[in-house]
């Protein structure tokens, strides 16, 4: 689909999958995944913050995606696609530049951050109100795929806030669909990180994070076929395994970074059913971690 027909035919991409328990994904065959997140998308292409020019970088990750043959089952921007506040322009110009992708044939899956606006988000791609979701209120959708199953969350709170919430109507169906499938591993997506739970931190990352982290932690590490949980919103690049045996990953920013030592860019995963091997793609081609890859092994 050409430019002019992405903001409506990006719809169904958008939309929660809802197949018939039983069916197969066709669509999703392959398991190579290109994982990103927080573009921060601005309405002026040339806006810059912490020296760097968001679009600029998204343009190059994006290109690489497609030159790479990266992401042929589906690629994922986990929140925070727009700059600041969420603004109609913000997302035009966000479809603008992920029109490669579309035009590539790949699928693509977006989750909302902190600094996304719902409305706004629903507005500009095109498709139904929030109100069509899985879970009333939210953009909450779960994708099967051949060798695991994708849970996505949303955690975007109302009020311009930092700190992200999963609320107990969420939690509710993720457990629901936890039990309903138990025959594949399941990976969680959300844009807010977990905070450190009674001790057992699972994420390093720091305050701003989920609200209700400890019922989401809990629920997680007693589902045994949950092996990872994977977020963005500190603009760090990381790894961590709890001791329970979940993978946390935090996904590096696209854009712009707090703290200089760490990378912007992507992730290239390759999922199997024993596990995910995982890649870090640095636009800083000398940054230590860049084109390293690492298995995940899951858990038992």
Not at 212 to 233: E, N
Not at 240 to 252: D, W
Not at 267 to 295: C, I, K, N, T
Request: with cysteine; proline share 4%; aromatic share 8%.
């Amino acid at each position: 689909m050409n430019r002019r027909n992405f903001l409506s035919g990006v719809a169904g991409l958008l939309s929660p999958v809802a197949l018939p328990e039983g069916a197969v994904a066709t669509s999703l065959a392959g398991s190579s995944w290109a994982l990103l997140s927080d573009t921060h998308i601005a309405g002026d292409l040339g806006e810059r913050r912490h020296g760097v020019c968001m679009a600029a970088n998204a343009r190059k990750v994006i290109a690489e995606i497609v030159d790479r043959d990266g992401g042929d089952a589906g690629v994922i921007v986990n929140g925070d696609c727009a700059h600041l506040f969420g603004k109609g322009q913000d997302y035009a110009n966000f479809s603008e530049l992920v029109d490669p992708l579309i035009q590539s044939r790949r699928g693509l899956h977006l989750l909302l951050g902190n600094h996304d606006d719902r409305d706004a988000f629903s507005r500009a791609c095109g498709c139904a109100g929030a109100e069509s979701s899985l879970v009333p209120g939210k953009r909450t959708s779960f994708l099967p795929a051949e060798e695991a199953n994708w849970f996505f969350l949303d955690s975007l709170e109302t009020g311009r806030l930092v700190s992200g919430r999963i609320g107990e109507d969420q939690l509710i169906w993720l457990a629901a669909m936890l039990d309903r499938h138990k025959d594949k591993p399941a990976i969680v997506v959300a844009h807010h990180h977990l905070q450190p739970v009674g001790g057992k931190s699972a994420s390093l990352g720091p305050g701003g994070g989920l609200k209700d982290s400890a019922a989401l932690f809990k629920l997680l590490t007693s589902q045994r076929q949950v092996k990872a949980y994977l977020h963005g919103h500190t603009h760090r690049w990381g790894i961590s395994q709890t001791r329970e045996g979940l993978y946390v990953v935090n996904l590096p920013s696209t854009a712009y970074v707090f703290e200089r030592p760490q990378p912007s860019g992507w992730v290239d995963a390759r999922l199997y059913h024993h596990g995910m091997r995982v890649e870090l793609r640095s636009l800083d081609s000398q940054h230590p971690d860049h084109g390293v890859p690492q298995f995940l092994r899951w858990r038992k």
